[in-house]
């Protein structure tokens, strides 16, 4: 069965303390990889979509990285503007070449 | 330039009454997605559409809910006869071709009493 599972459910963090969410996922034939961050009351924000294992992306902050079995969210020195829950999900076409699979974040929290 | 528009943002119903959920995608985009997410909970998959067609409904319940993409106008996720079960918070999203990344709007957020 089609699976993503994000770890750790919550990280606490110091502001400038670099760390790592992870993202992994059981999918037939994976087409893509999104990485979105969701802030409280408000909607998914997208950051990064990975196509194919070794790829990788950075946006301030933040770098994502792919292999065939599980993506990495690097988080750089974060500043407490970094809170946030950060939502990964995969698109698998032998599903449809639409449908993403979600999965259920990781709650980050950067103390000052 | 304008992301995608929900409303109303929040909404309360009393069980049994109608809910009306309304989604604007993004300016040149015609692929419109709904989802629902229940605390701590991922989101879910409910339906997509395209202008004035229904492609893939196959997350949405048969019963009591519907959607729509008219030609003109927003999207509809609509709620007949809501019961406590249906409160969560509905997402739309919008894509400009149906593979490409997904745009979210700020949620409505439901509260059936």
């Known amino acids: 069965e089609d699976q993503v599972t994000q770890s750790p459910e919550a990280l606490r963090l110091q502001e400038g303390e670099s760390s790592s969410l992870n993202c992994s996922y059981t999918v037939s034939g994976l087409r893509g990889l999104f990485w979105y961050r969701q802030d409280p009351g408000k909607g998914p924000e997208f950051l990064f979509t990975?196509?194919?294992?070794?790829e990788e992306k950075e946006k301030e902050r933040l770098k994502a990285t792919l292999t065939k079995k599980e993506s990495f969210l690097h988080i750089t020195a974060p500043k407490p503007e970094d809170s946030a829950t950060y939502l990964c999900a995969v698109q698998a076409p032998l599903r449809s070449n639409y449908q993403l699979i979600w999965g259920a974040g990781t709650k980050l929290i950067i103390k000052p | 330039n304008a992301g995608v528009m929900q409303n109303p943002r929040h909404l309360v119903r009393r069980r049994g009454q109608e809910a009306r959920l309304r989604c604007s995608p993004m300016k040149g985009h015609s692929h419109v997605y709904w989802y629902r997410q229940l605390p701590e909970e991922g989101l879910k998959f409910m339906v997509y559409l395209q202008k004035e067609n229904i492609i893939d409904e196959s997350g949405m319940p048969k019963e009591r809910f519907s959607a729509e993409f008219p030609k003109e106008g927003p999207s509809i996720l609509r709620i007949q006869q809501v019961v406590r079960g249906d409160s969560a918070a509905y997402f739309c999203?919008?894509?400009?071709?149906?593979?490409?990344?997904?745009?979210f709007g700020p949620g409505t957020r439901l509260l059936v009493l």
């Open positions: 990975l196509y194919s294992a070794g």
């Open positions: 999203a919008s894509s400009q071709t149906p593979g490409e990344t997904q745009y």
